[in-house]
């Protein structure tokens, strides 16, 4: 293998950019597992996306993965696997680089949270190598079942939308509004609780999501479109994160 497919390599991990077909089956078959879908995940975004494995040197199993997409601005965004679910018009006027973050899936044996940092250091050396200056994706919640969710939905909804120039629009058809839960009390710390821990960084850095949830019965969640700005990012999280990254 190159060496220069390693992105880097902390403890017993190490964080690499798949090579060939058999990185791709191993990507999809995690997936797969996490989902829980009765077929192999794939789709034809697997082809257009460059795709992230961090590995357990000692058992050389993958236990993490995730893709990534780069445009050059927001002018292809409709294209993007987002641009399925969601009407990004407005962030059509974007004008710098982008990545969309997918399919991120951790191997449910390991509860290592080194794991999730390792990640992060990877999208920030994908970030500065790029001059990326947004991250985009859609953020799950576990079922499809929308009452589980409802303290996290009412958090994102008081605390977290997406500012009105950049907000995603309705594009399916199957979705949950969040101003439903415009007068629904809820504890905070709670809320938070049950937000996604990838998505709960994503908050903590200054993302933002979409004013709804899709419903996915097809990949058994509930998703919400979530953006990052990197100049959003806090600068000692930023100096941080550059620092751990190398």
């Given at each position: 293998m190159s060496q220069r497919a390693e992105i880097l390599?902390?403890?017993?991990?190490?964080?690499r950019f798949a090579h060939g077909q058999i990185d791709l089956a191993a990507?999809?078959?995690?997936?797969?597992?996490?989902?829980?879908?009765?077929e192999m995940d794939l789709d034809p975004f697997d082809a257009l996306c460059d795709h992230v494995l961090i590995e357990d040197l000692r058992s050389r199993e993958v236990v993490c993965s995730f893709r990534v997409l780069e445009l050059g601005d927001g002018g292809q965004i409709s294209a993007s696997y987002s641009g399925q679910f969601y009407d990004l018009s407005r962030l059509a006027e974007y004008p710098h680089p982008m990545i969309e973050v997918g399919r991120f899936c951790s191997h449910p044996e390991w509860s290592d949270p080194d794991i999730?940092?390792?990640?992060?250091?990877?999208?920030?050396r994908i970030v500065e190598d790029?001059?990326?200056?947004?991250?985009?994706?859609?953020?799950?919640?576990a079922g499809t079942e929308v009452e589980r969710h409802l303290d996290a939905f009412a958090v994102l909804q008081q605390r977290y939308l997406a500012p009105e120039h950049w907000r995603p629009q309705a594009k399916a058809a199957d979705l949950f509004w969040f101003d439903d839960l415009q007068c629904r009390k809820t504890d905070g710390a709670k809320g938070m609780l049950n937000v996604p821990p990838l998505l709960r960084s994503y908050l903590m850095m200054g993302g933002w999501v979409s004013d709804h949830?899709?419903?996915?019965?097809?990949?058994?969640?509930?998703?919400?479109?979530?953006?990052?700005?990197?100049?959003?990012i806090p600068a000692s999280r930023q100096r941080l994160l550059r620092g751990l990254a190398g």
């Open positions: 390599r902390k403890g017993n991990y190490r964080v990507t999809q078959a995690l997936r797969t597992r996490c989902f829980g879908t009765a999730l940092r390792l990640a992060w250091l990877a999208l920030t790029r001059s990326v200056q947004m991250l985009f994706g859609c953020s799950s919640f949830a899709v419903i996915d019965v097809e990949l058994n969640t509930l998703h919400v479109f979530t953006g990052l700005e990197v100049a959003a």
